[in-house]
């Protein structure tokens, strides 16, 4: 009887689009679905606000966020995990 159950928020994965704004992320969830006539599958996006408190996710990052309380107006995600990191395309090492 003294089991511990698990909390079942709802989870999304995604892409960060923006990380602009101070401790928000925008995460770009794309899901593939039947079109209702003609039943060709079509991709359909959409973003989410999400809290990152510590600043640790980028542009281009696949991360999952989890389902919260409302922070802000737009905002009732936080971030859960970083997935997968983007690949850094920076050319510091080649600037010699």
Not at 23 to 29: E, G, L, R, S
Not at 40 to 68: C, L, M, P, Q, W
């Amino acid at each position: 009887m003294a089991e511990v159950q698990a909390n079942h928020k709802n989870e999304k994965v995604g892409e960060v689009v923006s990380t602009k704004m101070a401790k928000t992320i925008v995460v770009q969830v794309t899901r593939r679905v039947p079109h209702p006539l003609y039943k060709r599958i079509v991709s359909k996006r959409n973003k989410f606000y999400a809290h990152d408190e510590n600043g640790t996710a980028k542009v281009g990052d696949v991360v999952r966020i989890i389902e919260s309380r409302p922070l802000s107006k737009l905002k009732r995600w936080t971030l859960g995990e970083i997935v997968r990191r983007a690949v850094d395309t920076s050319v510091a090492g080649l600037a010699e």
